[in-house]
């Protein structure tokens, strides 16, 4: 029976069913793309990570090692299972020149800026492997190369690398793509490339500087941030001149990209089940309206209206039940776009059987939430009584009041104001809709546009400036900063230069609220913590006062306005804790002071620099580079953002795309259904225009207006929507994943997004209303008017 109820309302009204169906199909499709993508993300990690198995605990480290002492500290320590000492040839991009086997063309690594590493394969323990998660082994002349340069530079197997380091020249045969379970996204700022021992033994010492990674695997990975205050804490000396990663940090590094597009996409997801449910109400709503008569009878004749009301449940049923079945078959074989980058990033993985069946359940749950709501909807037939129905004609629909004030506004068009006064009524959907569409395209495009822009290094624990020039901690420390500050000084002269910052960083311990010791890098300096952006209070003024990160301050158990002592040197130091910001380096946990605890050794040296006004200024930067050499790193912020944060808001970006085409296709066809519903339930009073010789063209702008006055302060409000929760929504995000970050703030709306974006989805809002009224011209007046 409700096969036959809703072939014949198909045939009636095919546009509305489709639409809808269309709408189920869609929800369906990102409910269970996005459950997908999440399971095969968190399935790849683990897969890989369970042959890779990265470090619990990771302390990076240049300069002599004493490993007697680092064997002595983990025999003595408590849950140790395993640990190893792994040495890295580090080299800089200009030393690596790729010659392709085809073209023979070359290019060289130069604008590289991730940290490069040559190594060779461990026996067991943070292992390289191959796309399938093979254990990688390179023959003698071979060389492997991680995969996420790939997203930089076509470097293709089969093409040649040759290293050129002081006297050494050696040429590599790319043999393979490498799958880094440690360093598999850019911002881990490191990367790695594999050789053979053999190669290795012969370049180790010879090329390049050499670093250590020091790992150690515990029982439980949960114990690595107490081995790393032990660690820091201990006796023995150990080495510790770089940085400290946890196995969580790593872990959150390595899926961030993907997890923050699986939360656009989800947010995509949400929207538009919140929109189809709208559309599906005002649907139910119209179709309650047309059949008001056939209610009347029906409860005249004693049907209840639990039996009504399955009539119209039993449609909704079956054409949800199609929606649902298409939806999944259409989200299985989608999410293999979704999940692109997370193939290239981890290597191939399949899914169980178990999944599949996990998302019939998502499927389903999408289904009941639907009926539910329907349900809901159709309860207002409870409500009717039989004389609402057949006598006094009284339905679903809120009764107007219409205040003429049309005569009083003469300088105004009979249609506009014509227009003015219908939008107040049963236009909510298209305000809605606006209002949603918006937001849901502008969220995404404003958090790129926020990424992208140098004012985002106010969440990396830095001021925005022009150019960062590093100086790591190694041999004769103190004498490159001050050649590096004698060069700044004669740049500054030149007019290359305008002002700059020195930052002195140093690695001392802080006693937490139990009255343990924690390690923590402190930036000291007269310009410490200045032009960075704080959670709470400011930047360090006197002496006696020290800014936290946000995580260092939960760490250590304090808050703003609180004392903390800074142990140096053994002596106790207490200082203010005058501010709390954001940060992301360092694991997010760092500090800054203008005290230069002068008994602390250094562990590196930063200077930031403003550009000159001379035009050729940025050109000069490249000479700066030349001219300090390898042991300092030189780049400019917009490339260090764009680099280590590339490869999140390529993600982001596309998923901005994809919002932007779901929104226009949602404009389109819930305004068309929209229409077509209104037209067919106003087509009396539309023929009675015409019938008087009201001009189509003046019905045309009647039906129009309303629809853009709706849709106009939909979009405003879609906006200010955007600009009010969208930064908000970000910051819960950014905070639940423990990255240092707690509370963004977008930049400033570009011309784009204020006037590009509300135009384009407005003019798409006009045209599908001005195509949908032509409906108008092909009522009959004599079926209206017969006399």
Same mark, same amino acid.
């Given at each position: 029976?409700?096969?036959?109820?809703?072939?014949?309302?198909?045939?009636?009204?095919?546009?509305?069913?489709?639409?809808?169906?269309?709408?189920?199909?869609? /929800?369906? &499709?990102?409910?269970?793309?996005?459950?997908?993508?999440?399971?095969?993300?968190?399935?790849?990690? !683990?897969?890989?990570?369970?042959?890779?198995?990265?470090?619990?605990?990771?302390?990076?480290?240049?300069?002599?090692?004493?490993?007697?002492?680092?064997?002595?500290?983990?025999?003595?320590?408590?849950?140790?299972?395993?640990?190893?000492?792994?040495?890295?040839?580090?080299?800089?991009?200009?030393?690596?020149?790729?010659?392709?086997?085809?073209?023979?063309?070359?290019?060289?690594?130069?604008?590289?800026?991730?940290?490069?590493?040559?190594?060779?394969?461990?026996?067991?323990?943070?292992?390289?492997?191959?796309?399938? =998660?093979?254990?990688?082994?390179?023959?003698?002349?071979?060389?492997?190369?991680?995969?996420?340069?790939?997203?930089?530079?076509?470097?293709?197997?089969?093409?040649?690398?040759?290293?050129?380091?002081?006297?050494?020249?050696?040429?590599?045969?790319?043999?393979?793509?490498?799958?880094?379970?440690? *360093?598999?996204?850019?911002?881990?700022?490191? &990367?790695?490339?594999?050789?053979?021992?053999?190669?290795?033994?012969?370049?180790?010492?010879?090329?390049?500087?050499?670093?250590?990674?020091?790992?150690?695997?515990?029982?439980?990975?949960?114990?690595?941030?107490?081995?790393?205050?032990?660690?820091?804490? /201990?006796?023995?000396?150990? +080495?510790?001149?770089?940085?400290?990663?946890?196995?969580?940090?790593?872990?959150?590094?390595?899926?961030?990209?993907?997890?923050?597009?699986?939360?656009?996409?989800?947010?995509?997801?949400?929207?538009?089940?919140?929109?189809?449910?709208?559309?599906?109400?005002?649907?139910?709503?119209?179709?309650?309206?047309?059949?008001?008569?056939?209610?009347?009878?029906?409860?005249?004749?004693?049907? +209840?209206?639990?039996?009504?009301? /399955?009539?119209?449940?039993?449609?909704?049923?079956?054409? *949800?039940?199609?929606?649902?079945?298409?939806?999944?078959?259409?989200?299985?074989?989608?999410?293999?776009?979704? &999940?692109?980058?997370?193939?290239?990033?981890?290597?191939?993985? =399949?899914?169980?059987?178990?999944?599949?069946?996990?998302?019939?359940?998502?499927?389903?749950?999408?289904?009941?939430?639907?009926?539910?709501?329907?349900?809901?909807?159709?309860?207002?037939?409870?409500?009717?009584?039989?004389?609402?129905?057949?006598?006094?004609?009284?339905?679903?629909?809120?009764?107007?009041?219409?205040?003429?004030?049309?005569?009083?506004?003469?300088?105004? !068009?009979?249609?506009?104001?014509?227009?003015?006064?219908?939008?107040?009524?049963?236009?909510?959907?298209?305000?809605?809709?606006?209002?949603?569409?918006?937001?849901?395209?502008?969220?995404?495009?404003?958090?790129?546009?926020?990424?992208?822009?140098?004012?985002?290094?106010?969440?990396?624990?830095?001021?925005?400036?022009?150019?960062?020039?590093?100086?790591?901690?190694?041999?004769?420390?103190?004498?490159?900063?001050?050649?590096?500050?004698?060069?700044?000084?004669?740049?500054?002269?030149?007019?290359?230069?305008?002002?700059?910052?020195?930052?002195?960083?140093?690695?001392?311990?802080?006693?937490?609220?139990?009255?343990?010791?924690?390690?923590?890098?402190?930036?000291?300096?007269?310009?410490?913590?200045?032009?960075?952006?704080?959670?709470?209070?400011?930047?360090?003024?006197?002496?006696?006062?020290?800014?936290? !990160?946000?995580?260092?301050?939960?760490?250590?158990?304090?808050?703003?306005?609180?004392?903390?002592?800074?142990?140096?040197?053994?002596?106790?130091?207490?200082?203010?804790?005058?501010?709390?910001?954001?940060?992301?380096? !360092?694991?997010?946990?760092?500090?800054?002071?203008?005290?230069?605890?002068?008994?602390?050794?250094?562990?590196?040296?930063?200077?930031?620099?403003?550009?000159?006004?001379? +035009?050729?200024?940025?050109?000069?930067?490249?000479?700066?580079?030349?001219?300090?050499?390898?042991?300092?790193?030189?780049?400019?912020?917009?490339?260090?953002?764009?680099?280590?944060?590339?490869?999140?808001?390529?993600?982001?970006?596309?998923?901005?795309?994809?919002?932007?085409?779901?929104?226009?296709?949602?404009?389109?066809?819930?305004?068309?259904?929209?229409?077509?519903?209104?037209?067919?339930?106003?087509?009396?009073?539309?023929?009675?225009?015409?019938?008087?010789?009201?001009?189509?063209?003046?019905?045309? =702008?009647?039906?129009?207006?309303?629809?853009?006055?709706?849709?106009?302060?939909?979009?405003?409000?879609?906006?200010?929507?955007?600009?009010?929760?969208?930064?908000?929504?970000?910051?819960?995000?950014?905070?639940?994943?423990?990255?240092?970050?707690?509370?963004?703030?977008?930049?400033?709306?570009?011309?784009?997004?204020?006037?590009?974006?509300?135009?384009?989805?407005?003019?798409?809002?006009?045209?599908?209303?001005?195509?949908?009224?032509?409906?108008?011209?092909?009522?009959?007046? =004599?079926?209206?008017?017969?006399?």
């Amino acid at each position: 029976m409700y096969y036959k109820i809703l072939s014949n309302d198909f045939r009636k009204n095919p546009g509305k069913h489709f639409i809808l169906l269309l709408f189920m199909t869609l /929800s369906v &499709t990102l409910a269970v793309s996005v459950f997908l993508m999440l399971v095969q993300l968190f399935t790849s990690i !683990s897969s890989m990570y369970e042959t890779a198995q990265p470090p619990h605990f990771l302390q990076m480290h240049r300069g002599e090692l004493n490993q007697d002492a680092i064997d002595e500290f983990n025999r003595s320590y408590p849950g140790m299972e395993y640990w190893q000492t792994v040495p890295m040839i580090d080299l800089v991009g200009d030393e690596l020149t790729v010659i392709s086997a085809q073209t023979q063309e070359q290019f060289i690594l130069t604008d590289c800026r991730l940290d490069i590493s040559l190594v060779k394969q461990n026996e067991t323990y943070d292992v390289l492997l191959d796309r399938d =998660r093979n254990i990688l082994t390179m023959k003698k002349g071979e060389i492997g190369v991680p995969v996420i340069l790939l997203e930089q530079y076509d470097i293709r197997i089969g093409d040649e690398i040759c290293l050129q380091c002081g006297n050494t020249d050696k040429h590599f045969v790319v043999a393979d793509y490498v799958y880094d379970g440690q *360093m598999n996204s850019t911002l881990c700022s490191s &990367t790695r490339f594999l050789i053979s021992d053999d190669d290795f033994e012969e370049l180790f010492g010879q090329v390049g500087e050499t670093e250590y990674l020091i790992e150690a695997y515990f029982a439980n990975s949960d114990m690595a941030g107490e081995y790393q205050s032990a660690y820091e804490e /201990s006796d023995y000396h150990l +080495p510790k001149d770089g940085q400290a990663v946890t196995y969580t940090m790593i872990f959150l590094l390595s899926a961030m990209t993907d997890i923050l597009m699986a939360m656009v996409f989800l947010l995509i997801g949400v929207i538009l089940l919140m929109v189809a449910m709208i559309c599906l109400r005002y649907t139910i709503l119209a179709k309650l309206e047309e059949d008001l008569p056939e209610i009347g009878t029906m409860k005249a004749v004693g049907i +209840p209206a639990k039996g009504i009301r /399955s009539l119209y449940m039993g449609e909704i049923r079956i054409l *949800m039940g199609i929606g649902c079945v298409a939806g999944y078959a259409v989200a299985i074989p989608a999410v293999s776009f979704l &999940t692109g980058h997370i193939s290239r990033t981890f290597g191939r993985c =399949r899914l169980g059987m178990i999944t599949y069946i996990a998302t019939v359940g998502i499927a389903l749950l999408v289904y009941g939430m639907i009926l539910l709501f329907t349900g809901k909807v159709l309860n207002r037939l409870r409500k009717v009584t039989v004389v609402d129905a057949l006598v006094t004609g009284k339905g679903f629909a809120k009764e107007r009041k219409t205040k003429d004030g049309i005569h009083k506004a003469r300088r105004l !068009s009979v249609n506009l104001l014509l227009g003015m006064q219908e939008v107040r009524h049963g236009y909510g959907i298209i305000f809605a809709l606006l209002m949603i569409v918006t937001f849901l395209v502008t969220v995404p495009y404003r958090m790129v546009q926020t990424m992208e822009d140098k004012a985002f290094a106010a969440y990396m624990g830095t001021a925005s400036y022009d150019v960062a020039i590093e100086i790591e901690q190694g041999e004769n420390l103190e004498e490159r900063m001050m050649k590096a500050e004698q060069l700044i000084q004669t740049e500054q002269k030149n007019g290359y230069a305008d002002c700059y910052a020195k930052l002195r960083r140093v690695r001392l311990q802080a006693e937490d609220q139990e009255g343990k010791l924690q390690g923590i890098h402190i930036d000291t300096g007269e310009e410490a913590g200045k032009g960075i952006r704080y959670l709470a209070g400011h930047a360090p003024a006197t002496a006696t006062e020290i800014a936290l !990160s946000c995580l260092m301050a939960e760490q250590l158990g304090k808050n703003q306005g609180e004392s903390v002592v800074i142990i140096c040197q053994d002596k106790e130091q207490e200082f203010l804790i005058c501010g709390i910001y954001q940060d992301v380096t !360092s694991g997010g946990k760092t500090a800054k002071a203008v005290y230069a605890f002068p008994e602390a050794e250094a562990e590196k040296y930063a200077f930031e620099v403003n550009l000159g006004e001379k +035009p050729d200024s940025r050109e000069r930067v490249a000479v700066w580079r030349e001219e300090l050499g390898k042991s300092y790193t030189v780049e400019y912020m917009e490339d260090f953002i764009g680099q280590t944060l590339g490869g999140v808001t390529a993600q982001v970006r596309q998923a901005a795309y994809t919002a932007f085409v779901i929104g226009i296709c949602l404009i389109g066809m819930i305004v068309m259904l929209y229409m077509n519903l209104r037209i067919a339930r106003e087509a009396g009073m539309l023929a009675g225009k015409k019938a008087v010789g009201i001009p189509l063209s003046d019905i045309y =702008r009647q039906e129009l207006y309303p629809v853009l006055l709706a849709g106009g302060l939909g979009t405003v409000s879609g906006i200010v929507l955007a600009g009010v929760a969208g930064d908000r929504l970000f910051s819960t995000f950014f905070g639940m994943l423990g990255l240092g970050i707690k509370q963004i703030e977008f930049v400033p709306m570009s011309m784009m997004m204020c006037v590009v974006i509300p135009g384009l989805l407005l003019a798409v809002l006009g045209m599908v209303t001005i195509v949908s009224c032509r409906q108008i011209k092909a009522i009959p007046i =004599r079926l209206y008017f017969s006399e």
